[in-house]
Nanobody, 124 residues
């Protein structure tokens, strides 16, 4: 069993930055693929970016590539999402997920564990 707890969300102005954290317990990040999803108001849940445990390769959604960066601190068993140059369309609840079991990393159904989410609100 893996527990995921996100933190770091909040209000921010357009062009600002935030860093989200996802603290994992129950299993080492070294053996877990992990990712971030988000769900904006009235929108479906969408893939933001993810990292594979075995290769360390990181993939990003087109809309955040170059602005968002995923990193991990294995010693703290924590994953981060650094978000820069934020835009109003980035407003969403951001979820940390772990344990990739499907074919498509970008599909929510491929992930076994979910955090409770943290709200990010970008004002113009």
């Amino acid at each position: 069993q893996v527990q995921l707890v996100e933190s770091g969300g909040g209000p921010v102005q357009t062009g600002g930055s935030l860093r989200l954290s996802c603290a994992a317990s129950g299993r080492s990040l070294r053996t877990l693929s992990m990712a971030w999803f988000r769900q904006g108001p009235g929108k479906e849940r969408e893939f933001v970016g993810g990292v594979r445990w075995n290769t360390g390769s990181i993939n990003y959604a087109n809309g955040v590539r170059g602005r968002f960066t995923i990193s991990r601190d294995n010693a703290k068993n924590t994953m981060y999402l650094q978000m820069n140059d934020l835009k109003p369309e980035d407003t969403a609840v951001y979820y940390c997920v772990a344990d990739y079991r499907g074919q498509a990393m970008g599909s929510p159904d491929s992930w076994h564990y979910w955090g409770q989410g943290t709200q990010v609100t970008v004002s113009s």
